[in-house]
């Protein structure tokens, strides 16, 4: 077995709770950088800075703590000795006796003492033992990569890393980016102000930032990430503007210039629940409600991922209203977004190759 240099608990990632120097790392990592950065992407940073400060701090445990144990040297009371195996715990050997191994070879026995009071024999003058291989790094350890540590505790990770960002004011976050505060690029009223306008004259939008940026004066030598990212900021906090791209996209519409059913549930669309028994619901009354899919039944049909396509029973509040249900059965044809309550995106018609505007609410 090869031992590794860095030797962390097995519940090492699975416990984890970050400190502020994890922060503090991340922080400046983007600092030096200067570009927003998703949690999956810092998850990364944090991994790697995890992984290189318990590597200083195992090698710093070696140094100080004196000889690395190997059972093949011999040994005298009052060494100091450090034991890989160990997590590099350091003792100070209390006692040395002779002894004899089962196959009538001669060593030596030691005694150490540990800091935390305990003690434990170990063997000296014993040539022949696994222990006297030398600990060195296994590169192909995927406990010692973080793309290894993010393929077993990702979903744990990230899900505390997001709150962490999420509870410190210091960071910024908009469409699933992350960054610091205190560097974005000043936006004045006046960008704004060009913004709405160039959004006008494009009905509305949508448009990226990137577009927008492109008649936006910015201050000059900024990174164009920065810009867009501080741009993407202000405009956020704004309630001209609403973000509606899709999930890693960012796209920007005047609120003004959407669809009224877009801003307000459609007459036919507002619902208010009505309680009823469920057990006088019969067999053939409850598969006529799946069949119906009504997004706001809890019998909603069950989607199939491996389709491209769905079958919907329009019902006469969407049909009035113009609008399709975002039930189970449909809802994996339609884009999706991080956190904006609308989404913009283009429908087809497949006879003729009209394009027109559809709303994901």
Do not use: C
Not at 190 to 211: F, H, Q, V
């Amino acid at each position: 077995m090869v031992l590794t240099f860095i030797t962390l608990k097995s519940d090492y990632w699975e416990t984890l709770n970050l400190q502020s120097d994890d922060i503090e790392a991340i922080y400046n990592h983007l600092l030096e950088i200067e570009t927003p950065l998703s949690v999956d992407e810092l998850a990364t940073v944090l991994i790697t800075d995890r992984l290189a400060s318990e590597g200083k701090a195992a090698e710093r445990k070696r140094s100080e703590g004196g000889k690395v144990y190997l059972p093949k040297e011999a040994y005298e009371v009052g060494d100091k000795l450090v034991f890989p195996n160990l997590e590099w715990k350091a003792g100070i050997v209390t006692n040395v006796r002779d002894a004899r191994s089962y196959n009538d070879t001669s060593h030596s026995v030691i005694a150490v003492e540990f800091e935390d009071g305990s003690t434990r024999e170990y063997a000296s003058d014993l040539e022949d033992h696994q222990l006297n291989i030398p600990p060195e790094v296994d590169k192909n350890d995927p406990m010692l990569s973080p793309e290894g540590i993010l393929d077993t505790y990702g979903d744990s990770i990230i899900s505390k890393l997001r709150e962490a960002l999420l509870d410190n004011d210091d960071f910024v976050y908009i469409a699933g980016k992350w960054f610091p505060r205190a560097l974005l690029v000043e936006v004045n009223v006046g960008n704004l102000n060009l913004a709405e306008a160039i959004l006008d004259m494009n009905n509305g939008g949508p448009l990226s930032t990137t577009r927008i940026l492109e008649m936006v004066e910015m201050p000059e030598g900024v990174n164009i990430k920065l810009a867009e990212f501080s741009l993407d900021q202000a405009m956020q906090e704004d309630n001209r503007f609403d973000e509606v791209g899709s999930s890693g996209k960012v796209a920007w519409f005047l609120k003004r210039m959407e669809p009224e059913s877009v801003q307000k549930t459609p007459l036919f669309l507002r619902y208010s629940p009505i309680g009823y028994p469920e057990d006088v619901l019969d067999e053939q009354m409850m598969a006529l409600a799946q069949r119906l899919d009504d997004e706001l039944s809890p019998m909603s049909a069950k989607m199939d991922a491996k389709k491209g396509e769905a079958e919907v029973t329009l019902i006469f509040p969407h049909w009035r209203s113009g609008t399709l249900p975002l039930s189970p059965k449909l809802a994996h044809l339609f884009p999706t977004a991080y956190e904006s309550p609308r989404v913009q995106f283009k429908l087809i018609d497949g006879d003729s190759g009209e394009e027109f505007s559809g709303w994901v609410v």
